[in-house]
């Protein structure tokens, strides 16, 4: 598992409200991902980070922002909390280009909006 | 932009049979990786098999094995001697090789495997 740990692991908020989302690894890998996950919809891709203080949009960025100021942190930010926003979150790293090109995840964090 | 399709959103089996899940996907990339991953009720991710694709050959994994055929763009994965453990979702991911912004996992929804004793 790359030794990948999410914070919190389950967080009950209200909407309006800004909601902070952390990964931590260990393994010092480059790269580092933020996907959610709702029924029927699959993992699609947040934001993800190429290094310290790159990141770029994935597919559904609208209503969240991403920091790295250090290669094993990853903060997932929503600004104002919408129930639209209430899903599994996950976390993922990558070492880059290799033979064995796997991606690690972390446990996820289940987050409801009411 | 690439994209990855399971048109089977539930699939059952009987235990100690064979099931075979399908993916599709679309790009236009030559050279890129697929991958299975599992994701039992405990939500975690778990890398079941890898192919690459300049790689003809089909990579197995136990009782895990893939069709992959690069010219419909198909990976198929395959599970011999179904087991009770073996009950999850099932995503294919894309991963392509150019530079750019493609060091990205691109997923399928999922395939629901439910295993019958």
């Known amino acids: 598992d790359a030794g990948i740990t999410q914070s919190p692991r389950h967080k009950v908020t209200e909407t309006g409200t800004p909601v902070t989302l952390r990964c931590h690894q260990t393994e010092n890998h480059r790269y580092m991902y933020w996907y959610r996950q709702d029924p029927g919809h699959g993992l699609r891709l947040i934001h993800y980070s190429y290094g310290v203080k790159d990141t770029d949009k994935g597919e559904v960025s609208d209503g969240y922002s991403v920091s790295r100021s250090k290669t094993e942190d990853f903060l997932l930010t929503l600004e104002s909390a919408t129930s639209s926003q209430t899903s599994v979150y996950f976390c993922a790293t990558w070492t880059g280009r290799s033979s064995y090109n796997e991606q690690f995840f972390g446990p996820g964090t289940r987050l409801t909006v009411l | 932009a690439q994209t990855v399709t399971q048109s089977q959103p539930e699939m059952s089996v009987r235990e100690a049979e064979t099931v075979t899940l399908s993916c599709t996907y679309d790009?236009?990339?030559?050279?890129?990786?697929l991958f299975w991953y599992k994701q039992p009720p405990s939500r975690q991710m778990i890398l079941v098999i890898r192919q690459e694709a300049y790689k003809q050959q089909n990579a197995t994994e136990n009782r895990f094995s893939v069709n992959f055929q690069k010219a419909a763009k198909s990976f198929s994965l395959k599970i011999s001697d179904s087991q009770l453990g073996d009950a999850a979702m099932y995503f294919c991911a894309y991963r392509g090789l150019t530079q750019g912004g493609s060091e990205k996992l691109v997923f399928g929804k999922g395939t629901k495997l439910t295993v019958n004793p």
């Open positions: 790009t236009s990339e030559s050279d890129y990786y």
